[in-house]
């Protein structure tokens, strides 16, 4: 089987990460692939490592144009006079290659699917990595669903995110594969194992001694960096003795970040939560946590969220916003009502007062045996092999 994968972009965040993990899997097992880039990224020579990997044409994109437009625009496709000739080329190319089916990676690349499937007639398997808002951001109605129509079968990446599918978009049940996202579990144990807790608070400026609160992700609305902060109020104001927050893969930069940094300042946390920029060393920080929370208005099922887990950090998060209590269930950490902030700042202090809870090493455990890559990759060649 040749498989053409097709990608948003190449950025180094949760769905690309996972992408480039199953495409890694199957170059060993000397599989045929080809990926289809949307957009540019830190990851596209990770991906050139694997399979040869084209790159959708760009065009200027009209600055007071519609959704279409700016979506084309924030995606990075419209930047070319010679567009229509590139787009043809690329026809001759993928044409030429003769693949057995399309994985196509997250809802942005149904912006693609109308023109490719037009003369690409062969199966669809879209991998969908969002919830609600996210979908009725990254794609246009019309897309999404001629997307959801034509896929052959739809990968969700939670039970969330397929229960969002059939609720908001009458997608047949039958249709929908739930296939967890994962993580590099040895890489991150091996990471952790290698590192030192007290030379990376050391070196990013935190207490050796302080009962860390952390966070990660980008700086935006949906990562809900501005409730981490109000948390982070709460708890202080309850009980203030050796506690820090710290919020890893902020880039500090942007209105909303500076929002946040405003309200932070004017709570009086300026001493109290470090801000730490995108960083190589995400898993040996998030190893000194006591605590992770995911304080997410939405987050289909946050990898990272896995990294902590596997760490043994327990996870803290809120219900009815996607994979975060599907995972942690009762057993894992602590979920609190959507938005409750004063309940979530309670809830930590008491694991802090009463830490003998088993949340950490059951945590771990059902990452190994439940969210495993070697879970997860074996029902996406199982999916496969149905389409051969």
């Known amino acids: 089987m040749k498989i053409l994968f097709i990608s948003h972009d190449a950025n180094r965040a949760g769905a690309q990460i996972f992408l480039l993990n199953i495409m890694q899997y199957f170059q060993k097992k000397q599989m045929p692939m080809h990926l289809l880039l949307l957009g540019d990224g830190m990851l596209e020579k990770d991906f050139e490592a694997i399979c040869p990997v084209s790159k959708?044409?760009?065009?200027?994109?009209?600055?007071?144009?519609?959704?279409?437009?700016?979506?084309?625009?924030?995606?990075?496709?419209?930047?070319?006079?010679?567009?229509?000739?590139?787009?043809?080329?690329?026809?001759?190319?993928?044409?030429?290659?003769?693949?057995?089916?399309?994985?196509?990676?997250?809802?942005?690349?149904?912006?693609?699917?109308?023109?490719?499937?037009?003369?690409?007639?062969?199966?669809?398997?879209?991998?969908?990595?969002?919830?609600?808002?996210?979908?009725?951001?990254?794609?246009?109605?019309?897309?999404?669903?001629?997307?959801?129509?034509?896929?052959?079968?739809?990968?969700?990446?939670?039970?969330?995110?397929?229960?969002?599918?059939?609720?908001?978009?009458?997608?047949?049940?039958?249709?929908?594969?739930?296939?967890?996202?994962?993580?590099?579990?040895?890489?991150?144990?091996?990471?952790?194992?290698?590192?030192?807790?007290?030379?990376?608070?050391?070196?990013?400026?935190?207490?050796?001694?302080?009962?860390?609160?952390?966070?990660?992700?980008?700086?935006?609305?949906?990562?809900?960096?501005?409730?981490?902060?109000?948390?982070?109020?709460?708890?202080?104001?309850?009980?203030?003795?050796?506690?820090?927050?710290?919020?890893?893969?902020?880039?500090?930069?942007?209105?909303?970040?500076?929002?946040?940094?405003?309200?932070?300042?004017k709570m009086g946390l300026a001493n109290k939560i470090t801000f730490i920029e995108p960083t190589p060393e995400a898993i040996e920080l998030i190893n000194c946590f006591d605590v992770f929370t995911v304080t997410s208005r939405e987050d289909p099922f946050p990898l990272v969220m896995l990294e902590a887990a596997l760490l043994r950090v327990p996870i803290f998060g809120f219900e009815k916003t996607g994979g975060c209590s599907e995972f942690v269930e009762d057993d894992a950490g602590h979920i609190v009502p959507y938005l409750d902030i004063p309940a979530m700042a309670q809830a930590i202090i008491d694991y802090k007062k009463n830490r003998q809870f088993k949340w950490g090493e059951r945590a771990r455990e059902k990452v190994l045996t439940q969210y495993s890559f070697e879970n997860s990759i074996l029902k996406i060649e199982n999916l496969l092999e149905t389409l051969s």
Request: with cysteine; aromatic share 10%; net charge neutral.
């Open 56 to 265: 959708y044409p760009q065009e200027k994109a009209n600055a007071n144009g519609g959704f279409q437009d700016r979506l084309l625009k924030k995606l990075g496709l419209k930047d070319n006079n010679h567009y229509q000739e590139a787009k043809k080329a690329l026809k001759t190319k993928l044409l030429s290659e003769n693949f057995d089916c399309i994985y196509a990676n997250t809802i942005a690349t149904a912006l693609v699917m109308p023109e490719l499937l037009s003369y690409l007639k062969i199966p669809l398997i879209s991998h969908i990595h969002e919830l609600e808002f996210s979908i009725q951001m990254y794609s246009s109605a019309e897309n999404r669903d001629f997307l959801f129509k034509n896929s052959t079968r739809l990968i969700a990446c939670s039970k969330a995110v397929g229960e969002n599918l059939i609720e908001q978009h009458s997608v047949p049940s039958g249709k929908i594969e739930v296939i967890h996202s994962f993580v590099n579990n040895k890489d991150v144990l091996n990471r952790a194992a290698l590192s030192s807790r007290t030379d990376i608070q050391i070196k990013y400026g935190i207490s050796e001694k302080s009962f860390l609160i952390g966070g990660c992700g980008n700086a935006e609305w949906r990562k809900g960096l501005d409730i981490f902060a109000l948390v982070a109020k709460n708890v202080l104001g309850i009980l203030e003795e050796n506690i820090h927050f710290a919020w890893v893969g902020v880039k500090k930069e942007g209105e909303y970040y500076e929002q946040v940094i405003f309200d932070a300042t």
